[in-house]
């Protein structure tokens, strides 16, 4: 079992930054592929980046270039730094890990995902 919890979650004006950040514990953190879903009000659960075990990453179109996905192993922590906020990333983020099949393992499907955060709000003011 793997525990999460996120934190680092506010209000920003467009354009300004934010870094969220996933503390896991019950297991060693660096088995597993992590991940950053976002849910806007009304909206349906969306993939942001995901992370494998050795750093690989990828992201959805929409955050392509913005935000950065990365983990430190040591500290059993996944992060996401947010820039260039829009208000139409204004949501609840939510940080996911699974057992990594393979040492490349990627995972951008949600039902894939195993162990979920409770979230945290984000909110980006135009």
């Known amino acids: 079992q793997v525990q999460l919890v996120e934190s680092g979650g506010g209000s920003v004006q467009a354009g300004g930054s934010l870094r969220v950040s996933c503390l896991a514990s019950g297991r060693t953190f660096d088995r597993y592929v992590g991940g950053w879903f976002r849910q806007g009000s009304g909206k349906e659960r969306e993939f942001v980046a995901a992370?494998?075990?050795?750093?690989?990453?990828y992201y959805a179109d929409s955050v392509k270039g913005r935000f950065t996905i990365s983990r430190d192993n040591a500290k059993n922590t996944l992060y996401l730094q947010m820039n260039s906020l829009k208000p139409e990333d204004t949501a609840v983020y939510y940080c996911?890990?699974?057992?990594?099949?393979?040492?490349?393992?990627?995972?951008?499907?949600?039902?894939?995902?195993?162990?979920w955060g409770q979230g945290t709000q984000v909110t980006v003011s135009s």
């Open positions: 992370i494998s075990r050795i750093g690989g990453t």
């Open positions: 996911a890990a699974v057992a990594a099949r393979t040492i490349g393992a990627i995972v951008v499907s949600s039902s894939d995902y195993d162990y």
